[in-house]
């Protein structure tokens, strides 16, 4: 998802644990009920009909890709838990 999004591509998920913090549903994209392949037809449909649509959660999903999951930010992040389960 994280990679779609950072190339600026609207993304359908799974309504999951983990998934839904990346997905804002009808705002960087969808998310589906898991195993329900008529709802996953409809956000297809929705999707594929609107171009406008397309441009604008892909947009948005780059936006919080670059926000949130910057390379340097997860740098960061990992230094961090290191050093501390260094320093225990």
Do not use: H, W
């Not at 998920?13 to 549903?25: Q, S, W």
């Not at 008529?38 to 406008?52: M, P």
């Amino acid at each position: 998802l994280l990679e779609a999004m950072a190339c600026g591509k609207p993304v359908i998920a799974p309504n999951l644990p983990g998934v839904r913090t990346l997905v804002e549903d009808g705002e960087n994209g969808y998310l589906v009920e898991a195993g329900n392949g008529e709802d996953l037809a409809e956000k297809l449909r929705l999707i594929l009909s609107n171009s406008n649509e397309l441009i604008l959660f892909g947009s948005r999903g780059r936006i919080k890709v670059e926000e949130k999951y910057k390379d340097s930010m997860i740098r960061e992040t990992l230094t961090s838990i290191y050093e501390n389960i260094i320093n225990q």
